[in-house]
């Protein structure tokens, strides 16, 4: 029989980055208001005292989520080699801000959209929103036809 082996324990930024990763995709299926921090805790793979120790509580970490995606969208924007890769980074940070539009109970949420609002619209140029918006179109169209 085997002794069990002691849990390898990730450095503080590779912990809090695998939080905020665990983070957006509960937020994103359940809601600010559908999550709780156990949730979160189970997701992350850790304990609610280790979700504490890296986040106050589930509104900074939200909008820790938030200036993650938004900040990755940004980035992914201005290395993006192909127009599907532009395409891919904008509805990136459009979801974010749909997500912070549908969250009005987490105050700092529209903040963070407001403080990355320029860095978003210089990463998208100025046939961005125009790209978008008929990206967008078709994906609504392809839905609205699909069988």
Do not use: W
Request: with cysteine; aromatic share 4%.
């Amino acid at each position: 029989m085997q002794p069990e082996q002691p849990a390898t324990r990730l450095p503080s930024h590779e912990r809090r980055a695998a939080i905020l990763d665990a983070a957006a995709l509960i937020f994103v299926r359940n809601g600010f208001a559908g999550t709780t921090t156990r949730s979160l805790a189970e997701a992350c793979g850790v304990a609610e005292p280790v979700l504490y120790r890296h986040f106050p509580g589930k509104e900074e970490l939200f909008v820790a989520v938030l200036e993650e995606l938004l900040n990755r969208s940004i980035q992914h924007l201005a290395n993006a080699k192909t127009k599907s890769d532009r395409i891919e980074a904008m509805q990136a940070g459009l979801e974010a801000v749909l997500l912070a539009d549908a969250t009005p109970e987490c105050r700092n949420a529209t903040q963070v959209v407001q403080d990355h609002r320029a860095s978003f619209e210089a990463a998208i140029g100025p046939d961005g929103p125009q790209i978008l918006a008929q990206e967008l179109g078709q994906l609504v169209l392809r839905r609205l036809t699909r069988d």
